[in-house]
């Protein structure tokens, strides 16, 4: 059977000289792998078509084994410009992309992910910020997953909203506990948040820039979410190491 879907190019690497298997999000089948035998033949149709961030019309053989499909054929819809002439942009895009071929299973509703990564590729190519773009892209992400956290109080903590509560934040269960409790265990696998840290995490994951706040504090944003998502994702984060790294470049 052929399907017709939209789909964003989230991976592509050599499986022989000439071909490449190319990972997708699509709208309707989440997560997909095609090969595209020949696409760096110089006479390929495949030839600048799957760029990774692209937004492209894919139609393929459905195939119901191991989760490769034949690709049949594509066409962009959104070549994603603005990327080509931004260095920074690039690298945000390519992590966004990455993080997303790794953590979205095969056959699962995609659409509103699908949704947010492609409105996320469209404001780096338009030029925002990529640093705010890539922490908000990560929320959603772990919003999609199911593994949003909670900042809200805890029920027991009689020291919420005092400048030096004692509240911790669980990384198991992701949500805030009280330190004081005589039963808190202190063998948890926490961290500590500051009232100011707390007040930008519920704020930037409600869609604020971090950029906004002090450097500091979004410094603390990156870190929290880099713990976070380590703990909870059982993937490599090394790229997003590297990502951060150039994005903190300084010409």
């Known amino acids: 059977m052929i399907l017709k879907t939209e789909a964003i190019v989230l991976s592509s690497r050599p499986f022989s000289k000439t071909s490449r298997m190319v990972a997708w999000l699509t709208r309707d089948a989440g997560r997909i792998v095609t090969p595209v035998k020949g696409a760096c033949r110089s006479k390929s149709l495949f030839l600048g078509q799957i760029d990774i961030g692209y937004r492209s019309e894919l139609l393929y053989y459905e195939r119901e084994s191991n989760g490769v499909h034949n690709i049949r054929e594509t066409t962009p819809l959104d070549w994603r410009e603005g990327l080509h002439s931004n260095w920074k942009s690039s690298v945000a895009a390519g992590y966004i992309c990455s993080l997303t071929s790794q953590s979205v299973e095969t056959l699962v509703d995609s659409a509103e992910l699908f949704d947010d990564l492609d409105s996320s590729l ?63 265990n202190k063998g948890y696998n926490t961290v500590a948040l500051s009232n100011e840290l707390l007040t930008a ?30 703990h909870h994702l059982d993937i490599s984060l090394y790229s997003r190491r590297a990502a951060f790294a150039w994005l903190d470049y300084k010409l």
């Open 122 to 184: 469209k404001k780096l190519a338009e030029g925002e910020n990529p640093l705010d773009v890539v922490i908000a892209y990560e929320f959603a992400l772990l919003n999609h997953l199911g593994l949003r956290p909670s900042f809200d109080s805890c029920a027991d903590c009689r020291f919420a909203g005092k400048a030096n509560h004692q509240c911790r934040f669980i990384i198991p269960s992701g949500s805030l506990g009280c330190f004081e409790k005589d039963d808190f």
């Open 201 to 230: 995490l519920k704020w930037v994951m409600g869609g604020a820039p971090q950029s906004k706040f002090p450097k500091g504090i979004a410094l603390g944003v990156r870190r929290f979410l880099g713990i976070f998502m380590a």
